[in-house]
């Protein structure tokens, strides 16, 4: 009975496996809608598929002092702006002394460019009785689109000098009308004239009439642009390839096919069925990493994303040895199949938790303290850890437990074999073959129970 | 079978523990002695990219010529262009192509070059000389219309254009030249004609050349006198200068996060194990990243944004390796058959006890890496191989640490302050210049 309910689970087992495969690799189409594999749903980044390129170049009217630094902090603003946007792997590089080149992996349309950087405004609060300016988007810290009161809002927080004009105006001026103007391109737009109602002094000011949360959001991104420290205007954009080459993806794809083939073939000839198990977690741990990787935002998978998926591979197969090494030690002191699988899987996974962790802490560090790709590394470091840690200590042990329960009597086909020293105590006591049987169970037994214990 | 034979002998590897700590001490002083010898001639102690270094930029405007089946050509003879350019005196600049992107497509699609600056040059040489003798170079080379010559006899020649449509002043510059070549290398042109076929529409695509007497040097120099220099097919635009991609903003902030992840690590291992197995696991660590600096140096690899990557992937599997061996320590500690064993004694124990894991466990990661590897070689991408090289090395430095290194330094802290009350001065003395050394 036990030997079907196990063939069966194992069954179904295998067959989400392969329907996980299938999924990875194959685009479907259902009528109008289109299945999209996991492989091909992964955004990847500059180094593997190319993107969109864009030049910029600083407005020529622009005064020339301090040139250097304020391109190099217009840069680090610009790459501030893009990481926030979720594009961790768009470079921003300066090229000649008055141009910023721009690159952002994964769009298709140059155009689109645009929307991620927003084209810069220049923000200007002026009273309307005097035309006096009092505030400009150099005062802002920082703009964010919000609600206020349910209507959507530019809420922007100003610096101290801003702070302190902002409560002189607002106060001398109750009852009067500010306009909010913004200038882009060189086209002047007042976005509304509010009423001062009271005096402003904490440094707040929300810009409203923007009519919906989308419009706020693209003023709250020009207003960023803005404050850039240089202006810049476009000079050329398009489309741009992979910067490894054409042919770098495919031969990821390939070196990972055949890498995992590889590996699966060492396991099988080294563990044989403890293999067999072993690659099935693998493929299912295949599966569930392109999954992860095509449904979790903010991935962008680069060369160094390739490598944390290695590594982690490599954590998932190490896993599995250290269990069979382990159950193979037991095996050889005397204990049955069942029993030694579960001491093995006990004594395993210390050993497995602490190397985990210890790598999770330094996954969790860079992806928090990393800029970039190394942030890029470590979100497919980090997927890969916990999924190697699902595959080994769940999927594993399921499976080898169902694999000795179909083929309860075939040790050597687990790679299993007793110790000499266990064979000629064993000769030499010559006991009954009906007592060892029922040591055995009892051993197995108790395996049972620590294992439930867990 | 070998391996259990090795199992069953008497395991003495952390007596041995001057020549495991010899052995990187010696890689790490010939990186030393390779960067201060390259830094000396070249002020260059290792080879830094373009990621770090910035360079140059060059765009090639094919246009329509560039597609899918002729970027590979098109590309290669770029490169090809560019590394070889030489200065009048016929010696080579050394200018290296870091990467060519396609950029744009159909009328505006281009090559997008990046190169390096050759050592010790500097950016008004660049920007003054080798700059632009790269934009004529490419000019010249790259937008060449080169037909085909036929010789029907010693006297008669077809010269044939492909899909390049001759005008009238043009052919007439061609006949001028031809003419002169003649004169310059001893031979006589006794007519320049244009063939006109009925396929053509419009100009003509072959021209035919007779001559009176003919001569090697004329044959030899007939094809660079009949290529046509195609300005209007295409423009090798002058780029500029470009900042490094990793600022050293972003580098300093890698450097401090890898710390701080380093820090936190040894935390998480003195608070499960002991300090003293953290300290031997960050050796450990320390021990492989300078064999991958030591690598690059001696081997004079280009260091790009890729070898940080590389780096926290052999800081993960460093510690992760090392781990395995100390959590047998702990149960071996533990054990009631260790109860006055030598921390030596355990340490050999359980390296014996992690061997065929740790053989394992590697032989598969470096299967996986060593792949990307092949692939990037067979696939002619070698910036991927470039980027797996380091990691093999530091897969391998991190196999050799876990069993040589780390366990040594533990049992080494270990018998040292279980020995010093009884040991006499002598001995203590010694213990602590040999810790000194380490």
Request: net charge negative; charged share 20%.
């Amino acid at each position: 009975m036990k030997k079907k309910s196990s063939i069966i689970k194992l069954s179904i087992i295998g067959v989400l496996t392969i329907i996980g495969l299938i999924m990875s690799f194959c685009t479907f189409n259902f009528g109008l809608t289109t299945f999209k594999s996991f492989g091909s749903a992964i955004k990847l980044g500059l180094d593997l598929k190319g993107g969109v390129y864009a030049v910029y170049e600083m407005d020529g009217s622009e005064d020339t002092t301090n040139l250097s630094s304020r391109m190099a902090g217009t840069r680090t603003r610009l790459e501030n702006m893009l990481t926030s946007k979720g594009y961790t792997e768009a470079t921003v590089v300066r090229e000649g002394s008055t141009r910023l080149r721009v690159e952002v992996p994964d769009v298709d349309d140059p155009g689109n460019i645009f929307d991620i950087i927003g084209k810069p405004a220049e923000l200007s609060f002026v009273l309307d009785s005097t035309g006096e300016i009092v505030l400009t988007g150099k005062n802002v810290l920082s703009a964010e689109a919000t609600y206020d009161n349910g209507e959507p809002v530019v809420a922007l927080s100003l610096d101290s000098a801003g702070t302190e004009a902002f409560a002189k105006a607002t106060s001398e001026n109750i009852g009067q009308t500010m306009s909010i103007k913004s200038t882009v391109d060189g086209d002047e737009t007042t976005i509304s004239s509010p009423k001062i109602n009271s005096a402003i002094t904490n440094g707040r000011a929300v810009i409203n009439g923007m009519g919906s949360i989308e419009a706020a959001q693209t003023l709250a991104d020009q207003i960023t642009s803005g404050q850039f420290e240089v202006k810049l205007s476009l000079l050329e954009s398009s489309t741009i390839s992979p910067t490894l080459g054409e042919k770098a993806l495919l031969c990821g794809i390939i070196a990972g096919v055949v890498g995992l083939a590889l590996v699966m073939a060492f396991l099988i000839v080294r563990y044989r069925m403890l293999g067999v198990v072993a690659s099935i977690a693998l493929l299912l741990y295949a599966d569930l990493m392109l999954l992860f990787l095509a449904i979790l935002p903010w991935v962008q998978l680069t060369l160094p994303g390739i490598a944390g998926i290695i590594l982690s591979i490599g954590m998932a197969v190490d896993a599995n040895v250290i269990i069979y090494e382990r159950i193979k030690d037991e095996f050889r002191n005397g204990k049955s199949m069942l029993a030694s699988s579960h001491a093995g899987f006990k004594k395993a996974t210390k050993a497995i938790i602490d190397s985990n962790v210890t790598t999770i802490i330094a996954a969790v560090v860079l992806l928090i303290f990393g800029t970039g790709s190394i942030q890029g590394f470590a979100i497919a470091l980090l997927v890969g850890i916990i999924l190697s840690l699902f595959t080994s200590m769940l999927v594993t042990r399921k499976l080898v437990k169902y694999f000795i329960a179909i083929m309860p009597d075939k040790p050597s086909w687990f790679s299993l074999t007793r110790s000499k020293d266990y064979e000629n105590l064993k000769a030499s006591e010559s006991v009954d073959p009906e007592e060892v049987k029922t040591k055995e169970e009892k051993t197995t037994l108790e395996g049972e129970v620590a294992h439930e214990n867990i | 079978m070998k391996i259990s034979n090795l199992m069953n002998r008497d395991f003495k590897l952390v007596e041995k523990k001057k020549i495991w700590f010899i052995i990187p001490a010696c890689i790490i002083a010939l990186a030393i002695v390779m960067m201060i010898v390259f830094g000396c001639v070249t002020g260059e102690p290792l080879n830094l990219g373009m990621d770090f270094q910035g360079g140059y930029t060059v765009n090639v405007k094919l246009s329509t010529k560039l597609t899918s089946a002729t970027s590979a050509s098109y590309q290669a003879e770029i490169k090809n262009v560019i590394e070889s350019l030489t200065d009048e005196n016929g010696n080579n600049y050394n200018v290296k192509v870091s990467s060519m992107q396609e950029q744009g497509s159909g009328e505006s699609a281009s090559v997008y070059v990046r190169y390096k600056a050759p050592h010790g040059v500097s950016d008004a040489v660049m920007e003054d000389e080798i700059n632009p003798a790269i934009q004529s170079a490419l000019q010249d080379k790259i937008f060449k219309i080169v037909p085909t010559i036929t010789w029907n006899d010693d006297t008669t020649c077809t010269v044939n254009y492909q899909n390049f449509a001759l005008v009238d002043s043009t052919f007439e510059e061609l006949k001028t030249n031809i003419q002169s070549l003649a004169s310059d290398t001893s031979a006589t042109v006794s007519s320049v004609e244009q063939v006109s076929t009925d396929s053509q529409e419009a100009g003509v695509k072959a021209i035919t050349i007779k001559l009176a007497a003919n001569s090697e040097a004329f044959k030899n120099a007939l094809i660079d006198t009949v290529s046509i220099n195609d300005k209007y097919s295409g423009q090798a635009v002058k780029g500029d200068i470009i900042s490094a991609t990793v600022s050293s903003e972003l580098l300093i902030n890698a450097l401090l996060a890898i710390s701080l992840a380093i820090v936190l690590m040894l935390v998480y291992i003195a608070f499960r194990f002991e300090v003293s197995s953290g300290v031997a696991a960050i050796v450990a660590l320390l021990h492989d990243i300078l064999t991958m600096f030591s690598f690059m140096a001696i081997f004079r690899v280009e260091i790009n944004s890729t070898f940080i990557a590389a780096l926290i992937t052999i800081l993960g599997y460093s510690i992760n390796n090392t781990i395995i061996v100390f959590d047998r320590i702990r149960e071996n500690t533990k054990s009631v058959f260790h109860k006055n064993s030598t921390a030596t004694l355990i340490a050999n124990e359980s390296i014996k006890d992690t061997l065929v894991r740790s053989i394992n466990t590697s032989l598969t990661t470096l299967i996986t890496i060593a792949m990307v590897a092949i692939m990037g070689a067979a696939f002619q991408t070698f910036s991927l191989s470039v980027f797996a090289l380091p990691i093999i090395v530091g897969l391998l430095a991190g196999t050799f640490s876990s069993i040589f290194i780390s366990p040594s330094i533990w049992a080494m802290w270990k018998d040292r302050k279980k020995k010093l009350p009884k040991a006499d001065k002598k001995e203590k003395n010694l213990k602590e210049n040999e810790t000194a050394l380490a």
